[in-house]
């Protein structure tokens, strides 16, 4: 006699019927072999998974159906053996603690705990003996970077450090996701740009292929050393194609600060704003305003004439869109590749995120 569907349905947690009931009826195996020799070959690994579910004590489904199936043969045997493969790994999964599903979530993904929205305002003044817990040097190179007195000393040569280079040293990430809305992210310091190659980027960074930046750097051409901002963004417009890079490039000397340093009166005035990015510092800052990005710089310019008296002044680049929060904030030290041998040096010593005044 054929059990009733409902009631061997009834032994299963109320997802799980859907297994059991097909057209109203229970599945049968069918007739190939005689049921003696189906029975001896089902039962050994059967009676293995029972051991299995006994050990992590599991529902005594499977002991009522090999109970029920002493005849060889029996159809109640024949479901409990479509019903069982069906089921186990289900009940393996209900029976696993919170703590334990998110072990494994976390193991499958990589990514272990994560990251959180940063609470405004953020400020950070290292005034630790080393990186605060909430950072991650990405490539760390200890020999290149030292914390001490409230501030973040780094060292740079090669010129290979920058966002769009993987093996990039000192990639001073933040443990914390972007906050919603808009919001002004500023490193405040100092640059001795003495290689002619020095730079500095800000920005919010999920990959080298998929970042924005500001990006405050020092370009030797034809009349010397001059001072450029851009911000630049990195991203891939297809799923598997190359990524693509759009800037918003301003050159400092060539307008906005000083209208040219090749003549005799622009030169001197370039080489002293170059040399203030060290003597009195800069604060450079990556600005959301909605989907769209932007870079300031504000810094130490001299005097250029009764109209422009020597103080702080502050410039910006055009935006550039993005259309959502991604990554996390980072800044490093960076050189560009014709730097060589020679070493940048420069001091951080305060890190923000604050909502725009």
């Not at 209900?94 to 305002?121: C, F, I, N, Y």
Request: glycine share 10%.
């Amino acid at each position: 006699m054929r059990p009733q569907s409902a009631t061997l349905a009834s032994w299963l947690p109320r997802t799980d019927k859907r297994l059991v009931i097909c057209n109203g009826r229970l599945p049968h195996l069918r007739e190939g072999r005689s049921s003696a020799s189906r029975y001896a070959s089902t039962r050994r690994p059967l009676l293995e998974h029972f051991q299995m579910a006994e050990s992590t004590k599991r529902p005594s489904l499977l002991r009522k159906l090999l109970r029920s199936s002493g005849a060889p043969g029996h159809s109640l045997f024949q479901a409990g053996t479509f019903l069982l493969l069906s089921t186990l790994p289900l009940l393996a999964q209900t029976e696993m603690s919170a703590e334990e599903q998110a072990r494994l979530a976390a193991a499958d993904s990589d990514k272990g705990t994560l990251a959180r929205p940063v609470d405004l305002p953020f400020e950070e003044p290292f005034d630790g003996k080393g990186l605060a817990g909430h950072w991650k040097n990405l490539n760390e190179d200890k020999a290149s970077f030292v914390i001490e007195d409230g501030i973040l000393l780094a060292l740079t040569s090669g010129g290979k450090n920058s966002l769009l280079n993987p093996e990039s040293n000192n990639v001073f990430e933040l443990q914390s996701l972007p906050p919603d809305g808009d919001f002004d992210l500023s490193i405040k310091g100092k640059i001795d740009p003495k290689t002619g190659y020095d730079e500095v980027w800000l920005g919010l960074r999920d990959s080298p292929d998929n970042f924005i930046a500001a990006h405050l750097y020092v370009l030797t051409r034809g009349c010397g050393p001059a001072l450029f901002l851009r911000t630049v963004a990195n991203q891939p417009v297809m799923p598997d194609g190359e990524p693509v890079t759009t800037a918003a490039n301003h050159s400092l000397f060539n307008g906005p600060l000083i209208k040219t340093i090749c003549d005799k009166a622009g030169a001197p005035l370039g080489k002293q704003i170059l040399s203030d990015l060290y003597a009195r510092g800069f604060v450079l800052t990556l600005s959301r305003k909605g989907l769209r990005y932007r870079t300031s710089l504000s810094l130490t310019v001299p005097g250029r004439g009764a109209d422009k008296p020597a103080g702080v002044e502050t410039v910006h680049t055009d935006w550039l869109a993005r259309m959502a929060p991604f990554g996390k904030p980072v800044f490093l030290l960076g050189q560009g590749s014709r730097a060589g041998g020679g070493e940048t040096l420069a001091e951080f010593d305060h890190f923000s995120i604050r909502r725009p005044q």
